[in-house]
């Protein structure tokens, strides 16, 4: 058995959230969430303490979803 290595795009990122991460889906959660000018992603209301977890962490350690949790902050900030 081999583990397939995690792709670090949206998608890949909202699968590890746990959310759906088809275009479509991504594209809604996008439109239908928004965050504040100074509030941090991973302190927004509409997380679970885990995918807050998530996103703190991958922060705080400049892992490889960094750059992509980067990128949705930037679309949430929109």
């Given at each position: 058995?081999?583990?397939e290595e995690?792709?670090?795009?949206?998608?890949?990122l909202?699968?590890?959230l746990g959310?759906?991460d088809?275009?479509?889906?991504i594209d809604?959660?996008?439109?239908?969430?928004?965050?504040?000018p100074d509030?941090p992603?991973?302190?927004?209301?509409?997380?679970?303490?885990?995918?807050?977890?998530?996103?703190r962490?991958?922060?705080?350690?400049?892992?490889d979803?960094?750059?992509?949790i980067?990128?949705?902050n930037?679309?949430?900030?929109k």
């Amino acid at each position: 058995m081999t583990l397939e290595e995690p792709v670090y795009d949206l998608a890949g990122l909202f699968e590890q959230l746990g959310l759906p991460d088809d275009p479509e889906s991504i594209d809604q959660f996008i439109a239908s969430h928004s965050l504040g000018p100074d509030q941090p992603i991973e302190e927004a209301p509409f997380w679970n303490p885990a995918q807050a977890e998530f996103l703190r962490e991958g922060l705080r350690k400049d892992a490889d979803w960094a750059e992509v949790i980067d990128e949705l902050n930037a679309l949430l900030h929109k």
